[in-house]
């Protein structure tokens, strides 16, 4: 039988990363999880980091959604443009406030998995 060792590292990457290929690689390792050799010092420290590692990521998405506010300057818009200035600010800001939704969403999916994880 062949044995795997796993660092600390790899098992907190499951905590911050938003790749779908995680999710299959979680069902692979539990298809093969009595051959995983895995120490108390990896599962203290996987423990111990995280809640930290989860909660750095999700506020890494949250700022990343964050869209600052822009606003082209109206006082260009005259007959000869072809580029709607008012349209394009108005689309901007049904975009952020879809935002605010998304990031709401995002708390919320903060919240529920931090309990998990706090567990």
Same mark, same amino acid.
């Given at each position: 039988?062949?044995?795997?060792?796993?660092?600390? @590292?790899?098992?907190?990457? &499951?905590?911050? !990363?938003?790749?779908? +290929?995680? %999710?299959? =690689?979680?069902? #692979?390792?539990?298809?093969?999880?009595?051959?995983?050799?895995?120490?108390?010092?990896?599962?203290?420290?996987?423990?111990? @980091?995280?809640?930290?590692? &989860?909660?750095? !990521?999700?506020?890494? +998405?949250? %700022?990343? =959604?964050?869209? #600052?506010?822009?606003?082209?300057?109206?006082?260009?818009?005259?007959?000869?443009?072809?580029?709607?200035?008012?349209?394009? @600010?108005?689309?901007?800001?049904?975009?952020?406030?879809?935002?605010?939704?998304?990031?709401?969403?995002?708390?919320?999916?903060?919240?529920?998995?931090?309990?998990?994880?706090?567990?």
């Amino acid at each position: 039988m062949n044995i795997i060792f796993i660092d600390a @590292n790899i098992y907190l990457r &499951f905590y911050d !990363s938003n790749k779908v +290929y995680f %999710k299959e =690689l979680l069902d #692979k390792l539990l298809e093969i999880k009595d051959s995983i050799f895995l120490t108390r010092q990896i599962a203290n420290e996987v423990e111990r @980091n995280k809640l930290n590692v &989860f909660s750095n !990521s999700i506020s890494n +998405y949250k %700022k990343n =959604l964050e869209l #600052k506010n822009v606003a082209l300057p109206q006082h260009f818009t005259d007959e000869s443009n072809k580029f709607d200035i008012v349209k394009w @600010n108005n689309a901007r800001k049904e975009i952020e406030e879809k935002n605010v939704g998304l990031t709401k969403e995002i708390e919320e999916f903060f919240i529920e998995n931090n309990k998990k994880i706090s567990f």
